[in-house]
């Protein structure tokens, strides 16, 4: 009895650790496939959108969003993630640009997240009337950006203008142990965004479907 209580243990182990493999190696394989959709370049650098939307939260985000403006890509800028307590007025002084000539175009909101992002974001674009957005962020950010706002603006059409921090290196990034850290961390928060959003969808979906029998 020892003996056959011995094999299934280690039946077990032998099993467990098989299952981690797999899941390790999905894992893997969804890592590479997540960092091959991450933008190398700009797609689209000419459509013009009701608003152009940035992201804090890296160098160059906020001055590629003046660098649009200016090109009249769009004629609203929304600022989302900036500290609370620095207005419009700052925001542009620290861009060292004249708070005159951009201030009535210019909305912010003190978003601290990517979720707190496109809610923001979407509760603007709703008083504004906004129907389509130039979306600037990080090019690594971009994947979970376009989720979430997807799921919170489902109804809003959405360029994606990815920048690309010098820090960053896309170009064999297996080989920097920075980027690699950021990658790594930026697939988990997707992946987790993404179990999210569906199990939102699925259990407010069914329970839609359980309040339409209950109806009927």
């Not at 700009?42 to 649009?68: F, H, P």
């Not at 009249?72 to 007025?89: C, E, I, M, P, T």
């Not at 004249?98 to 210019?106: F, H, K, Q, T, V």
Request: net charge positive; glycine share 8%; no cysteine.
């Amino acid at each position: 009895m020892r003996r056959r209580g011995k094999i299934v243990v280690g039946a077990f182990w032998i099993n467990l650790l098989l299952l981690l493999l797999f899941l390790a190696g999905l894992w893997g394989i969804g890592l590479v496939r997540f960092v091959g959709d991450i933008p190398v370049q700009v797609e689209d650098t000419t459509t013009k959108t009701d608003a152009i939307v940035v992201l804090t939260g890296g160098s160059g985000r906020v001055n590629e969003g003046l660098a649009l403006l200016d090109k009249d890509l769009a004629a609203k800028l929304f600022v989302s993630g900036v500290y609370r307590g620095l207005d419009v007025r700052k925001l542009l002084q620290l861009a060292r640009r004249n708070p005159s000539d951009l201030e009535a175009r210019i909305g912010i909101g003190n978003a601290v997240d990517t979720i707190e992002n496109a809610s923001e974001t979407a509760a603007w674009s709703l008083r504004h009337r906004i129907s389509s957005l130039r979306l600037v962020t990080a090019a690594y950010h971009m994947p979970r950006s376009m989720l979430e706002f997807h799921h919170a603006i489902p109804g809003i059409r959405i360029v994606s203008h990815p920048v690309f921090p010098d820090h960053v290196k896309q170009d064999e990034w297996w080989v920097w142990p920075g980027t690699t850290t950021l990658f790594i961390s930026e697939y988990n928060k997707f992946l987790m965004a993404w179990v999210r959003l569906r199990s939102k969808q699925f259990f407010g979906g069914a329970g839609k479907q359980r309040a339409f029998s209950a109806a009927n």
